[in-house]
C-alpha cells in the first residue's frame, strides 16, 4: 500500500498524467484550426451566389456591398415579375426537356456501351475503346462547328431533338460505366445465363441493379452540365420560344430588364439544380467515393 500511495504522489507521475491530459486538447485545437481555412474559402464560394439573393430581395435599392446584406427592407416583387413573364416559363421548360432527356438517354447508352467493353469480347474491342478515350482529349469547342454542320444537314437546328442529340454519345460516361462495371463478378452473370436469362434480362435485372450508385453520380453531372449548358444551345437555338435558361437570361441583359428581376431569375434556375444535387447526394458521395477507392 505505501509503495503504491508513493507511486500515485510522485511529482513526475503526475507531470505526465497532466502531459497525457493535455495533449488530447491540443489535437483537438490543431484539428479546429484546420477548419478555419476552409470555413473562409466556403464564405468565398457562397459570396456570388448571396450577394444574387441579396440583389434579388431588393428592387430598386442601388446594389452596395456590404450594406445590402443588412437591409431588412425585402420585396418578392422581382420574382413575380420574373415569373409572370411569358418567356421565363418557357425557356424552364426548354430546360428541363433538355437536361431530363439528356440523361436518361446518356445513361442508357453510357450503361449499354459500359457493359459492352467491360464484359463482352468482341473483335477491336480495345481499339474501339481507346478511341473513345481519346475523344475525351480533344477540347469541345473544337468539335461546335462540325457538329452544327452534321445538326444541320439533318434538319435539327432550331429543334429539342437537334439539340439533344448531339450530346447523349457521352465518351466519358461511357469509360466511368465501364470502369465500375469491371469490378462486377463474372459469376452473377455466368448463375443469370445458366437460369436462362437473355442478354436483355441480364443487363436490366443484374448490370444495372449493381450500378446505382455510379448511375446517380453519372446522372447527377450530366444533368448539371446540360441544366447549366450554354454554348450549344446559343449556336444550335435561333428562336427565342426555343431557348433554354442560360440563352435566355444571356439575352434579357440587353432588354430593358432591372438587375433585380435579372437575379431572380437566375435564383429560380438554380433551384432545380440544387433539389437534385440534395435528392440524390448519398448515391452520388458513395459513388465518388467507391470510384476513388477503385
Avoid: C
Avoid at 478555419?36 to 434579388?56: E, Q
Amino acid at each position: 500500500m505505501s509503495a503504491i500511495t508513493e507511486r500515485r504522489e510522485d511529482p513526475a507521475l503526475r507531470g505526465d498524467t497532466l502531459t497525457r491530459r493535455r495533449a488530447p486538447f491540443a489535437v483537438r485545437a490543431r484539428k479546429q484550426l484546420i477548419h478555419i481555412p476552409l470555413i473562409v474559402i466556403g464564405a468565398l464560394t457562397l459570396f456570388p451566389f448571396l450577394a444574387m439573393v441579396m440583389i434579388s430581395l431588393h428592387p430598386g435599392i442601388p446594389v452596395q456591398v456590404p450594406e445590402i446584406f443588412f437591409n431588412t427592407d425585402i420585396s418578392l416583387e422581382a420574382y413575380r415579375q420574373a415569373l409572370r413573364s411569358s418567356e421565363i416559363p418557357r425557356w424552364a421548360l426548354n430546360t428541363t426537356i433538355y437536361a431530363v432527356v439528356s440523361v436518361v438517354l446518356v445513361l442508357l447508352f453510357a450503361s449499354m456501351a459500359g457493359y459492352a467493353f467491360a464484359k463482352k469480347k468482341f473483335l477491336g474491342r480495345e481499339v474501339i475503346f481507346w478511341v473513345f478515350i481519346a475523344m475525351l482529349m480533344i477540347p469541345y469547342q473544337l468539335t461546335i462547328i462540325p457538329q452544327y454542320l452534321l445538326v444541320g444537314q439533318i434538319g435539327g437546328l432550331d429543334t429539342m431533338w437537334g439539340l439533344i442529340l448531339p450530346t447523349i454519345a457521352n465518351a466519358q460516361a461511357m469509360f466511368l460505366m465501364r470502369q465500375f462495371m469491371q469490378d462486377i463478378p463474372d459469376e452473377l452473370i455466368d448463375a443469370a445465363k445458366i437460369d436462362g436469362a437473355g442478354e436483355l434480362r441480364v443487363y436490366w435485372s443484374i448490370i444495372l441493379p449493381q450500378t446505382k450508385p455510379i448511375l446517380a453520380t453519372l446522372g447527377t453531372f450530366v444533368f448539371l452540365w446540360h441544366w447549366n449548358d450554354f454554348l450549344w444551345p446559343l449556336v444550335a437555338q435561333q428562336s427565342p420560344e426555343n431557348y433554354v435558361l442560360t440563352v435566355g437570361l444571356n439575352g434579357l441583359q440587353a432588354q430593358n430588364v432591372s438587375l433585380a428581376t435579372l437575379m431572380a431569375s437566375a435564383v429560380v434556375m438554380f433551384i432545380p439544380a440544387l433539389l437534385v444535387f440534395i435528392f440524390l447526394q448519398r448515391y452520388f458521395v458513395r459513388g465518388v467515393m467507391m470510384s476513388g477507392i477503385k
